[in-house]
Nanobody, 127 residues
Framework: QVQLVESGGGLVQAGGSLRLSCAVS?????????MAWFRQGPGKEREFVAG????????YYADSVKGRFTISRDNAKNTLSLQMNSLKPEDTAVYLC???????????????????WGQGTQVTVSS
C-alpha cells in the first residue's frame, strides 16, 4: 500500500524559512513518477504549489511561490522535499504531498491527476 507522510511544518515569522519533507513507502523509486506539493488555506480550494516530473526532474511552480520555494527529490531516500524561503502570511495553509500513478512522469497542476495523498502538515506564518 502506498503511503505518503509529510513532516516539517510549524509556526514561523514572516520572512522565515521551513523545509517540508514527504516520505514515500510502498512503491518503487520516486524517480519513476511525478510528484507535487499542494496547499489548502482556511476556507480556500486546494491549490498546486510545486511539482517535479519523473525521470528528467523538471520542476514547476505556482506564480505565487516562484523564486521563494524549491521542490526537490532524494531518490535514494524516496523522499520529496519543499524548501520554503521568504515566507509570507498568505502562505499559511495545510501542505500536502501528492503522487501520480506509477509510470506517469508528467506533472499536472490539477489535483485530480494525483492518485495518492499524504495527510498534510500545517504551516503557519505570522506577520
Amino acid at each position: 500500500q502506498v503511503q505518503l507522510v509529510e513532516s516539517g511544518g510549524g509556526l514561523v515569522q514572516a520572512g522565515g524559512s521551513l523545509r517540508l519533507s514527504c516520505a514515500v513507502s510502498g512503491r518503487r523509486q520516486i524517480s519513476t513518477y511525478a510528484m507535487a506539493w499542494f496547499r489548502q488555506g482556511p476556507g480556500k480550494e486546494r491549490e498546486f504549489v510545486a511539482g517535479i516530473s519523473g525521470t528528467y526532474t523538471s520542476t514547476y511552480y505556482a506564480d505565487s511561490v516562484k523564486g521563494r520555494f524549491t521542490i526537490s527529490r532524494d531518490n535514494a531516500k524516496n523522499t520529496l522535499s519543499l524548501q520554503m524561503n521568504s515566507l509570507k502570511p498568505e502562505d499559511t495553509a495545510v501542505y500536502l504531498c501528492a503522487a501520480r500513478a506509477e509510470g506517469v512522469v508528467v506533472v499536472t497542476y490539477s489535483r485530480a491527476g494525483y492518485a495518492y495523498w499524504g495527510q498534510g502538515t500545517q504551516v503557519t506564518v505570522s506577520s
